[in-house]
T-cell receptor
């Protein structure tokens, strides 16, 4: 049973370009969470999705950021018109049920660098 | 959002000694807590969890203590090894989210 798979592991984008980060949850997991981590800082919640539904996006910036988790395929975190401040590690986690009283399994992250 | 903070940003211990990493949380309604370990360049890895109806839980070389009165969580690592060097995060769950602290960087001195 493969773990949470994120790709790409490293992504370089120029300012103004779009970044697409992919996350394939563990088999059987229908809940996905995205977190952002700046250097030397903790993990900041961004969004919580179930298949085809956004459950909680309270941590998402109001502009340029969007997320989806379609019925088929991976979850996508999309950042439009990237700026240098978007440079960070983005982690995806999945769980079989919601976060209440269950651990979430993390992927290895995508390190986004905006130049 | 809720604040989950750590008392110490860095901790150095001698190999073979015991390590104690502390965490304060602010949401008294949180009922599930997890410790994660994050090695450089990797994603967080589950270490141990504890529910709010417990005050202690033991794993292999690790023990988590929960004091709900003062909203304090600690991770104890017995006989610390070089492979334990990493950043350790505590996380609490409230609603749909995990709230993570800044992390404590543990360095094991051979």
């Amino acid at each position: 049973n493969a773990g949470v798979m994120q790709n790409p592991r490293h992504l370089v984008r120029r300012r103004g370009q779009e970044a697409r980060l992919r996350c394939s949850p563990m088999k059987g997991h229908s809940h996905v969470y995205w977190y952002r981590q700046l250097p030397e800082e903790g993990l900041k919640f961004m969004v919580y999705l179930q298949k085809e539904n956004i459950i909680d996006e309270s941590g998402m910036p109001k502009e340029r950021f969007s997320a989806e988790f379609p019925k088929e395929g991976p979850s996508i975190l999309r950042i439009q018109q990237v700026v240098r401040g978007d440079s960070a590690a983005y982690f995806c986690a999945s769980s079989p049920i919601g976060t209440a009283n269950t651990e979430a399994f993390f992927g290895q992250g995508t390190r986004l660098t905006v130049v | 959002g809720e604040n989950v903070g750590l008392h110490l940003p860095t901790l150095s211990v001698q190999e073979g000694d015991n390590s104690i990493i502390n965490c304060a949380y602010s949401n008294s309604a949180s009922d599930y807590f997890i410790w994660y370990k994050q090695e450089s360049g990797k994603g967080p890895q589950f270490i141990i969890d504890i529910r709010s109806n417990m005050d202690k839980r033991q794993g292999q070389r690790v023990t988590v203590l929960l004091n709900k009165t003062v909203k304090h969580l600690s991770l104890q690592i017995a006989a610390t090894q070089p492979g334990d060097s990493a950043v350790y995060f505590c996380a609490e769950t409230a609603g749909n989210q995990f709230y993570f602290g800044t992390g404590t960087s543990l360095t094991v001195i051979p």
